[in-house]
């Protein structure tokens, strides 16, 4: 994913008109057909737009995070895969040819080829506590994927919303500056007219520059936000001139009524984790018993052996083989006390992780509500003080309305612009990372 800055030198456009009918019509094909050239907002800076769901494509493809993750998943599932085949029957064949000279006689030679095998009937369950265990580590390898890729999200739309939010930004800085231009010229007006002083209007010029400096501001903004999101994406962010454009809006999806969480905290990632880890325990505890316990095993084998090529001479055996270890040195009395206590740890922290993501559920959800909300307090305060700076500046330029009170207007209006952004976008990031909490990808 490369999207390329379109240059387009305002002296090439002033070009055009200079140019008759006949050749402007030319030389506008040429343009469209050798280059991106178009005329966009912004003078052209931006190439194609960059919507949320190629940022998701590209981050699942390219994030090593969730590269990484993958990977885990696929190796559990192969140790779970391994682990199922010590129920099966272990077989070998050997063959051989041998020569020997006793000294007495010719040299002689003998043949052998044969099969044998070994199945294990009763290891003290430590086969069937193996496959269990293999076969937890794969569900927590699943959730841990799981968690992964949400928090991939989780940063992926912080840092896609953030350049969301600096162009939007940028778009609002202009509006900001021309307005701040409009008004210096207002009370420049009037100061030239000796109908304001000269304090008023040193303020105004301040506001105008202050205006000039958010403006630049946050167009560096964009090319920082442009970093992040493209190291989020697990992309390389190559040239600084390579910007592309966010596409979207800042829109709540997720429904903000009240959630059952007690229904939710069993299907979050970490919870998962916790609780297979607490049984993966008790499996544990199950095999270092299993220790205690004797193995039972039988084998076979059929072979075939003598002087001649095919040998001759069969041989048939099989057995049923008891192992008891009654005494290694207590090596299995202190394995069961570890993984009595690692059975006793697991509790603990599948209680205090259980513990902990109750409390966040109901912090974040706050936070979350508290965001949407605050959105709409935003839109409220924005439309009244739109309407009063239209009003109280119609009275300033008639004399109606003093200096400070229009100016104070006019300060509210411009913070009232910027609070409803932030809020915008406040709420999608809270959004987001209430998703995260529950471990949900897009």
Known sequence: MKNKIVQCPMSNVRGLLTLDFGLRTVFILFLLL?????LRTSDCLYSQPLTWQDVLIEAKKNNPAIISAEKSVENARLRYQSSITSFL?????????????????DWSKDYSYGLSGRLSIFSGFADVSDVSVKKIQLKIAEAEYDKTL???????????????????????????????????????????AGREDKGSLLRV????????YELSKAKRNVVSAVKQLFKDMGEDSGDISEI?????????????????????????????????NLEKSEYDLRAAKSQLYPEVSVSGSISKSGDSWPPPDERRSISLNLSYPFFPGGRNYYDVK???????????AFRSTRQQLTSS???????????????????????ASEEQSKITSMKYINGLASYQDWY?????????????????????ISEAEWKNVLGLGE
């Open 34 to 38: 050798t280059s991106d050239f178009g």
């Open 89 to 105: 029957p272990q077989l070998s064949a050997n063959a051989g040819v041998s020569q020997s000279d006793s000294g007495e006689s």
């Open 150 to 192: 949400s928090g991939v999200i989780f940063n992926l739309k912080k840092s896609f919303y953030e350049l969301l939010w600096s162009q939007e930004a940028v778009k609002l800085a202009e509006q900001i500056l021309k307005r701040r231009s409009e008004n210096y010229e207002l009370v420049k007006f009037k100061y030239d």
């Open 205 to 212: 010029e301040a506001d105008k520059e202050q205006a000039e």
């Open 244 to 276: 592309p454009v966010a596409a979207g809006s800042f829109t709540i999806n997720e429904s903000t009524a009240v959630p059952v969480f007690g229904e939710l905290l069993v299907n979050i990632p970490d919870y998962i984790i916790a609780k297979n």
């Open 338 to 348: 570890i993984a009595q206590t690692d059975k006793a740890i697991s509790e603990e």
């Open 361 to 383: 559920l109901f912090s974040v959800w706050n936070d979350f509500i508290n965001a949407v909300e605050s959105v709409k307090v935003s839109e409220m305060y924005f439309k």
């Open 408 to 428: 104070t207007v006019e300060n509210d209006f411009t913070n009232s612009q910027r609070s409803l952004l932030n809020a915008k976008k406040n709420a999608v």
